[in-house]
T-cell receptor
Framework: ETGVTQTPRHLVMGMTNKKSLKCEQHLGHNAMYWYKQSAKKPLELMFVYSLEERVENNSVPSRFSPECPNSSHLFLHLHTLQPEDSALYLC??????????????FGSGTRLTVV | DQQVKQNSPSLSVQEGRISILNCDYTNSMFDYFLWYKKYPAEGPTFLISISSIKDKNEDGRFTVFLNKSAKHLSLHIVPSQPGDSAVYFCAASENQAGTALIFGKGTTLSVSS
């Protein structure tokens, strides 16, 4: 158990579907992140929430919509995705956003396939 | 443009030998570096870190070396074990409030028995 739980583990969706990815942490961390891992590419930072406020959005298409209702939960709402959005989506949390980085705790990820 | 580069996508090593994974960075403001290990179907897990005030940090079989002038760091695993087979990600940050970790592409290490 990593302390960060992501559901679902696998998701197949059509381009016209709407789905949501869920992330939950009970580590008392104040910052949460969404990263995208595509084949042969670096882990790409998508969104950062610090104390439930979005603090960074790395030019992510609007078909990805994050939501952080409280410090323990983070969602990624998906709408009208493209096949190239198929990837592993990783959620992570850390004590604070930046500062003394003791490292992030990652979830196991959601393997998303867009058909 | 990638700020953290892992130019070797894969590395194969025999059990008991040394594994050396390399990482280069371009941002001179980076002053904190981490290595993560990832098994299939799992998220990355923190392995070891080093700050720019040091040039070496050791934890058991794992040692990270930092060469700031060359903007290069490496992870040494000695002796390598089959259980070390995984993807290793290098990450860097400016270690100040409001900055996120920047990751490389990862290097897949295969340790054969």
């Amino acid at each position: 158990e990593t302390g960060v739980t992501q559901t679902p583990r696998h998701l197949v969706m059509g381009m016209t579907n709407k789905k949501s990815l869920k992330c939950e942490q009970h580590l008392g961390h104040n910052a949460m992140y969404w990263y995208k891992q595509s084949a042969k590419k670096p882990l790409e930072l998508m969104f950062v929430y610090s104390l439930e406020e979005r603090v960074e959005n790395n030019s992510v298409p609007s078909r990805f919509s994050p939501e952080c209702p409280n410090s323990s939960h983070l969602f990624l709402h998906l709408h009208t995705l493209q096949p190239e959005d198929s990837a592993l989506y990783l959620c992570a949390s850390s004590q604070e956003f930046g500062g003394t980085n003791y490292g992030y705790t990652f979830g196991s990820g959601t393997r998303l396939t867009v058909v | 443009d990638q700020q953290v580069k892992q130019n070797s996508p894969s590395l194969s090593v025999q059990e008991g030998r040394i594994s050396i994974l390399n990482c280069d960075y371009t941002n001179s403001m980076f002053d904190y570096f981490l290595w993560y290990k990832k098994y299939p179907a799992e998220g990355p897990t923190f392995l070891i870190s080093i700050s720019s005030i040091k040039d070496k940090n050791e934890d058991g079989r794992f040692t990270v070396f930092l060469n700031k002038s060359a903007k290069h760091l490496s992870l040494h695993i000695v002796p390598s074990q089959p259980g070390d087979s995984a993807v290793y990600f290098c990450a860097a940050s400016e270690n100040q409030a409001g900055t996120a970790l920047i990751f490389g592409k990862g290097t897949t290490l295969s340790v054969s028995s």
